[in-house]
């Protein structure tokens, strides 16, 4: 569903942030999540090629941080990409637009054949090409899902039937389209224990807790797998092993585009909103990308127009979202660079870490902030201190006789000189605080990649995180400055 929203622990289908296609966000999951996941793709998609567009255009991405020229290598001479292309045809879809190819910073996607004009159609993919939870039913999966008790979810069925195909090796109609998935994801449920404890501490709990749900999802599902033993020779715990629903899980999470199918009986409550795109779901992301994604209920086809023009033979990239690094390392497996919806967050104890301990009204000022939704989502951004964590920190410094005014503080209201300096320094004191910790994360990931060289690649993933994070304190503190300045 490029509409591409991709579904997030609970898998998320992408949100062709490049397209979306169903008002959801781009590439949310769909793996039961709260939020549109797996296989969602908005139907305000965005869609842009490396270096493409006018002069406006540059001058907005040069300001947006985008990455310089690269040109991609030609892969569609591989033979997987061979096979694929027949798969395709087979199934009615040949594209004549993109080709895959292999790009530096963003590894492999889909490179533009010519150029491409505002509003022209790049991908066209016919129902027949999507794997859906219908493609599920129809298989011999089918009886066994609508017989079981309680119903399993939609994303266990799209999990078990990629497990099954794979199983099946030369045997399966899908093998074209498993031979180009990854084979290995770079979620954070994916990361060694020892690489998860270098994550920043907000992101290390979400990786924990998307451990633990994948862990849950595939122990609450053996009974469920037991009762398939009718359709294989080998012991079906040895086909549906961790290992095998892992890959299965992260694939419907990272890849799936979003399609709103109506309700079943013989699935779960959970939305039915995670379909696997091939070819299209190689497409990568681009926090500025513009491109419309939908499915097309009158061709029966999911497509995705440009909404910029662009050049022949650079890369064609959709927006999965406006995603900060966290939840596109969380839910896709990768770091954006210079991603201007990147931030660095700061936790409640973190927060007081630099606020006088002798603050009797302390514990009632942390009340008023977490009564009024003003103790999450407090950060820095490449902008400086964001207007939450700015405004908690006011009312967290006002003195004993300036605590009747916190509500004229939560709407944004100046209470003194002194109260405005001292909420800069202390921002100034938790930013210097961050970048002393990033720095002294970036030695010990460096040091790591020096002895734990079966590791590098995931070592290289955060230390890309840190980096980033790094660059965006650093410019929080000179807009820090710049503001505390006025006050002396």
Known sequence: MMLLIIV??????????????????????????????????????????????????????????????SRGVNESYKPEFIELKKWLKDRKFEDTNLIPARFPGTGRGLMSKTSLREGQMIISLPESCLLTTDTVLRSYLGAYIAKWQPPPSPVLALCTFLVSEKHAGDRSPWKPYLEVLPKAYTCPVCLEPEVVNLLPRPLKAKAREQRTHVQE???????????????????????FSYSALLWAWCTVNTRAVY??????????????????????????HSPD????????????????????????????????????????????????????????????????????????????????????????????????????????????CLEAEELTCWKKVLIGEIISDTNEKASLDIAQKICH????????????????????????NQLTLVETLWTEELKILQASAETLTSLQTAFT
């Open 433 to 456: 605080y961050f970048i002393k910790e990033s720095k002294a994360v970036l030695q010990k990931v460096s040091h790591m990649k020096d002895e734990e060289v079966a590791l590098i």
């Open 217 to 239: 999802f595939v122990s609450s599902s053996r009974d469920f797998f037991s009762s398939l033993q009718p359709l294989f020779s080998e012991a079906v715990e040895s086909i």
């Open 8 to 69: 997030p622990t609970h898998p998320h289908p992408r949100y062709l942030g490049i397209v979306h296609l169903a008002n959801v966000d781009p590439r949310s999951r769909c793996a039961g999540a709260k939020d549109p996941k797996i296989g969602q793709l908005s139907r305000n998609c965005s869609f842009s090629m490396k270096n493409g567009g006018g002069r406006t255009s540059r001058i907005r991405r040069r300001k947006l941080f985008t990455s310089s020229e």
């Open 259 to 284: 399609m709103e199918r109506a309700p079943r009986q013989c699935f779960s409550a959970e939305p039915d909103t995670c379909v696997l795109a091939p070819f299209l779901d190689l497409l990568n």
């Open 289 to 396: 990308a513009q491109v419309k994604a939908a499915f097309n209920e009158e061709t029966r086809c999911y497509e995705i127009r440009t909404a910029v023009s662009c050049g022949k033979h650079q890369e064609v990239l959709i927006c999965y979202g406006p995603h900060d690094n966290h939840r596109l390392l969380l839910e896709y497996g990768f770091v954006s660079v210079r991603n201007p919806h990147a931030c660095v967050y700061v936790s409640k104890d973190i927060l007081v870490k630099y606020l006088p301990s002798t603050d009797k009204r302390m514990n009632q000022k942390i009340s008023i902030l977490e009564d009024h939704d003003f103790i999450e989502n407090l950060t820095f951004g490449w902008d400086g201190p964001s207007w939450r964590l700015l405004t908690a920190l006011k009312l967290l």
